[in-house]
């Protein structure tokens, strides 16, 4: 499949001129789960053992496990009492503990071509605290629909070019929260089994891990979460549906072919370490050779199913000829596709989009190469609809601010 889209997000600029950038931040904000928990996120295993916990007799579980799997994530149900081939009794049991609630619509905004974007507000540590805010795009193209998903709120890496990197409150989403976003979709959507349409078919067929956050730092959560969305007796979009995005955190890169099985894409953006280094701080932990050979040993690539490597056009920086031909030179080998991406400027950055004609120089050198290279164009402008174009309600856009934004929204 093709990357669909460009999502990065739009945050504080904490920007140190001159300063090598931090690797990373640390501290993860601490985020307190709600009193009644949500079955969404959670695997047919853990369904189970949360129905032992409130009394359901052995015999019965596997049944209800089914039950609640099938309204959950085929007729997405958002209470208990719609579940009706369930008995009253145990229906006002499981409501007495869990919820099947989604994270909270705060925003929802409709792009003239479509587009849409939800602005969601997820719990944070204590009542103090702001709520903690993530985006999540659905960009609908003729032959699909593809949802952009965050994984964390913020990012604990730092690279330079992407607006997520700067902002402080950093916290892993749960897996419930990862699945919640396309259950909020599929809900604004009126996307689940029951919907009439002339196909029959779905709107939302494609997911992209390309929201906010490193998917690869939230490996556990990531994985929980894909495989619930990929499982064929609910949600059901396949592996080769989904793409996750990295920066390039190369332990997990052979993890998640294993125990995920999805698409790869890699956020490559430089073919020598020392612009690397830069741009993407996690290179000088996972040089370019290491995440070179974890692709080469990515489970499941072949030339149907290639590997995306993504890189961002920064005009004079990474966008010369010389670049192009070592991008061609190192990724032979490897079942390639290139996605070139306009970079997506911010109010305070330091880097400008290369100029069309170099891009599209640079795509005709690597398309002659053999290689499909796809240019984002852009979608949803008139909502900036890019991922994390979206700024928390509690951060006012400037009239600048909304003019630089208004160039991000991107697909192919
Ligand atoms: N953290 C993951 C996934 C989220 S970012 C990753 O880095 O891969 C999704 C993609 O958007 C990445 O390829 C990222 O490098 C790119 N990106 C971030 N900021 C951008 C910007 N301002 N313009 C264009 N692409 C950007
Ligand atoms: Fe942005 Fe991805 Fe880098 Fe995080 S890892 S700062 S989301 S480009």
């Not at 093709?2 to 993860?28: D, G, Y």
Request: glycine residues 6%; contains cysteine.
């Amino acid at each position: 499949m093709t990357v669909s889209m460009r999502c990065q997000a739009m945050q504080t600029i904490l920007e140190t001129p001159n300063a090598p950038a931090p690797l990373e931040k640390v501290a993860l904000e601490t985020y307190v789960p709600p009193a009644k928990p949500s079955l969404i996120g959670a695997s047919r295993a853990e369904i189970a053992e949360r129905l032992a916990a409130i009394g359901v007799a052995p015999a019965q579980r596997r049944m209800r496990v089914q039950q609640l799997w099938h309204w959950i994530y085929v007729r997405g149900a958002k209470n208990f009492d719609e579940m009706t081939s369930i008995s009253r009794e145990m229906r006002a049991q499981l409501e007495a503990h869990f919820t099947v609630a989604r994270p909270e619509v705060a925003a929802e905004q409709v792009s003239n071509d479509g587009t849409r974007k939800w602005l969601l507000r997820l719990p944070s540590g204590d009542s103090l605290e702001k709520a903690h805010e993530v985006e999540c795009v659905y960009i609908p193209e003729t032959d699909r629909g593809t949802l952009c998903v965050s994984s964390q709120v913020g990012c604990t890496l730092n690279c330079s070019f992407c607006h997520t990197g700067t902002q402080r409150l950093v916290r892993n989403l749960t897996a419930g929260e990862i699945v919640g976003q396309i259950m909020v979709a599929r809900d604004r959507l009126n996307d689940w089994a029951d919907r009439e349409t002339p196909s029959g078919g779905r709107l939302v067929t494609n997911v992209v891990m390309m929201g906010m956050g490193e998917p690869l730092y939230n490996f556990d959560a990531v994985r929980d979460a894909l495989l619930i969305v990929s499982d064929n007796e609910g949600i059901g979009i396949s592996r080769r549906r989904i793409t996750l995005s990295t920066s390039g955190v190369v332990p997990n890169i052979v993890r998640t072919g294993e125990e995920i099985g999805v698409m790869l894409a890699i956020s490559l953006h430089a073919v020598r370490d020392e612009l690397r280094n830069e741009l993407v701080p996690l290179n000088r932990k996972y040089p370019i050779a290491e995440l070179l050979q974890a692709c080469r040993d990515y489970p499941g690539s072949s030339n149907a199913r290639r590997i995306t490597f993504e890189y961002v056009m920064l005009k004079g920086v990474n966008d010369s000829m010389e670049d192009a031909k070592l991008l061609v030179k190192m990724l032979k080998g490897i079942p390639a596709k290139i996605n070139l991406i306009p970079f997506n400027p911010w109010p305070g950055t330091r880097y400008q989009s290369s100029d069309w004609d170099q891009i599209e120089r640079f795509s005709e050198y690597i398309f002659n190469a053999g290689y499909s290279s796809p240019v984002r164009t852009p979608r949803g402008r008139d909502i900036l609809a890019a991922c994390g174009q979206l700024k928390s309600e509690t951060e006012k856009l400037s009239v600048r601010e909304r003019q630089a934004l208004r160039a991000m929204a991107m697909t192919d």
